[in-house]
């Protein structure tokens, strides 16, 4: 593990276990941006959501459509938690350490804006948000150092299609509120440069308040924002260099 210092941001004003490997914020590297090439690369990442009706197809057939909200209407329903660990609640701790094994990186930090696509094969929509980095807690590929923003990517999102409004919908997960502060336990595109987001791996900060970023949490109630950091802070000492 790396260094270990305190840090504030404007809504974090409590001090937050920093650890960036070597690199402490010396050199602070330009704020990435959403480009349309940086899209069309994490457009391939979304493979197990290419089920059912293309938008193309919705469009054509005139299904799916919300006509309150004139848009069509994409919903997938994930089975991620169901199938690792059937019906039972996850102890909190547990969790929080299978997550940090399982991360190339865990970061704190606000998503600022929101660029949203349709995937590769057109059967859904994802969101890459610039997230602008307050605390880094691990960096496992020494990617992050000194950047101010990272790229997050994550399933969902609203865009147009030939001038039809195309909505999609991962049930239980709503879309990130910019300017609000989360904890996120990402995984590299390495095609991209940019990090993917599971529902389950996002966590909503308020105060010192942590909770789950999904709808409808299978865990108990998470601890505090100090706690939370020293469990992830000590689970990446145990298991440094991931479980991948």
């Not at 190339?104 to 057109?122: F, K, M, Q």
């Not at 399933?155 to 990130?176: M, W």
Request: no cysteine; net charge negative.
């Amino acid at each position: 593990m790396g260094k270990i210092t305190r840090a504030a941001s404007s809504k974090h004003r409590y001090g937050v276990l920093l650890i960036v490997g070597s690199q402490i914020f010396a050199q602070q590297a330009p704020p990435v941006r959403i480009s349309n090439e940086l899209l069309s690369a994490d457009a391939s990442n979304y493979e197990e959501y290419r089920n059912g009706a293309t938008a193309d197809e919705m469009i054509a057939q005139h299904t799916h459509y919300d006509s309150e909200n004139n848009a069509y209407v994409i919903a997938f329903h994930p089975n991620e938690e169901r199938s690792l660990h059937g019906n039972q609640r996850r102890e909190a701790v547990s969790l929080i350490r299978e997550l940090t094994f399982n991360s190339d990186a865990v970061v704190l930090g606000t998503p600022v804006l929101r660029r949203s696509a349709l995937t590769a094969s057109h059967h859904f929509v994802f969101s890459d948000y610039e997230f602008r980095v307050d605390s880094i807690y691990v960096d496992r590929k020494k990617m992050i150092g000194g950047a101010r923003s990272i790229i997050v990517s994550r399933a969902g999102g609203q865009t147009v299609l030939n001038g039809n409004s195309i909505r999609a919908i991962e049930t239980d997960f709503p879309l990130f509120h910019l300017g609000e502060q989360y904890i996120f336990f990402l995984n590299r595109n390495d095609d991209s440069g940019s990090y993917s987001v599971r529902s389950s791996a996002a966590f909503h900060v308020e105060g010192e308040t942590v909770e789950s970023a999904r709808s409808h949490p299978n865990h108990d109630q998470l601890p505090g924002i100090f706690r939370f950091e020293q469990i992830v802070h000590d689970a990446a000492a145990i298991n440094p260099r991931g479980a991948r």
